[in-house]
């Protein structure tokens, strides 16, 4: 029997959405305005960049080829490889939102068919009604922010004021997203984190997808620094996905990083927790060593968008895309007879787009491993391809959405 890894390089777009202008996302391209930065052809940060971007191991298995499907031409500066040993092809993202959940649990079999709930954009995010609820339920004195914000940002701006006051900081963006900053030691986490289960109910008849604790540290605007303790509480998937089809066949379901919190926990037998690419790489590999016949190792790589993407931070999302890259050999080395890897993105977050929000983008498909056979899979028409593929691998029951191209 076999296992299967499926890594998810959060917001690693390679543009070509065909809805992209309905999302005000036309022309986004995550790794084709990255690879245009690094080649000198845009950006006036280059003196943070030297040379184009060198991704061998993922070029090797397809991602070239993937984009060129998904935008009609190669990334700039990007060298060809003389043989393409993956399988490889772009999906196109069916769901509604752009967000990380839809594009996780369309990945996993379940598109998200309805539409999220979100909070309007002008004048104060939040209702007073639902503040005056937060106050009382969640025992705080007040909020700071109410607004649409980048994280970094309002930190920087609101954090002194925030350990002055106890008034935890409370600020959304294009996704259906509320999310929740505050002080690790002033404020303190664990009471950070009941906060947000607070507000989880009271948001819940609203159709907010996630509710996120943005847990920081550091006493004035130049130290505050974000920490590793983050915690998503999502609503869960509506329907069955590929998790759950795992763990009715008797297997496990290995959640690296913020996977278990995706997921509302359903359908996930171990959370591994992990903060960072590299210490996610660590514990995807450890895990690898570790699964059995039959189990998925399902991994977010968070750094991409978190870091790199949302801050608009074009040379360290390349730097990031080449660690990750280096690091491909040590999961070639761990895969037994029978083992598929198949390396995704949930959706894009184009870190030369403006704004500090997600792109509407194609994602790339690559998959590898003893008995793969390298070939071009072309366009998929959802992301629930991925699903199909795996659960074919893994000998498990076809789902609703989809269909295997194995």
């Not at 690693?12 to 990255?34: N, V």
């Not at 003389?82 to 993202?93: N, T, Y």
Request: proline share 6%; hydrophobic share 40%; glycine share 12%.
């Amino acid at each position: 029997m076999a296992r299967a890894f499926l890594f998810v390089l959060d917001s690693f777009g390679i543009g070509g959405a065909p809805d992209a202008e309905a999302y005000g996302d036309r022309g986004s391209d995550t790794l084709g305005h990255i690879a245009q930065f690094c080649a000198g052809g845009a950006g006036d940060r280059r003196d943070l960049r030297e040379g184009p971007l060198k991704l061998p191991n993922m070029s090797a298995l397809g991602l070239l080829e993937a984009a060129r499907l998904a935008t009609g031409h190669y990334p700039d500066g990007m060298a060809r490889p003389e043989r393409v040993f993956g399988l490889h092809g772009a999906a196109s993202e069916i769901s509604r939102g752009k967000d990380t959940p839809s594009g996780h649990w369309e990945i996993a079999g379940t598109p998200v068919e309805f539409d999220w709930g979100y909070f309007p954009t002008e004048s104060d995010a939040f209702a007073p009604e639902l503040v005056e609820a937060i106050c009382a339920h969640g025992n705080v004195p007040g909020i700071l922010g109410n607004c649409h914000a980048s994280g970094t940002e309002i930190i920087a701006r609101l954090g002194e004021e925030h350990i002055r006051t106890g008034k935890p900081i409370c600020y959304t963006s294009s996704d259906s997203v509320f999310q929740i900053a505050a002080h690790e030691e002033h404020f303190g986490l664990e009471r950070l984190l009941q906060l947000s289960q607070v507000v989880r109910k009271l948001i819940d008849p609203l159709n907010i997808g996630r509710v996120i604790a943005r847990p920081f540290i550091g006493e004035t605007a130049a130290s505050f620094e974000r920490t590793g303790n983050r915690r998503d509480y999502s609503v869960p998937p509506p329907k069955g996905t590929l998790n759950d089809r795992v763990l009715a066949s008797g297997h496990q379901v290995h959640a690296v990083g913020k996977i278990g919190d995706i997921f509302a926990h359903k359908g996930i037998s171990r959370v591994i927790k992990a903060s960072g690419n590299q210490a996610i790489m660590e514990a995807t590999l450890k895990t690898m060593e570790e699964a059995q016949q039959g189990d998925l190792v399902f991994s977010n790589f968070v750094d991409f968008d978190m870091l790199y993407g949302h801050r608009r931070d074009v040379p360290g999302y390349a730097a990031a895309l080449e660690a990750f890259d280096r690091r491909l050999p040590e999961v070639h080395r761990r895969m037994r007879p029978g083992d598929i890897c198949l390396i995704t993105a949930d959706h894009g977050c184009d870190p030369t787009w403006r704004g500090s929000d997600h792109t509407r983008e194609r994602v790339p498909i690559m998959a590898f491993g003893p008995g793969i056979r390298a070939r071009l899979i072309g366009i998929r028409s959802t992301f629930a391809d991925i699903a199909e593929t795996l659960a074919q691998h893994l000998g498990l029951p076809a789902g609703p959405h989809g269909r295997s191209f194995l």
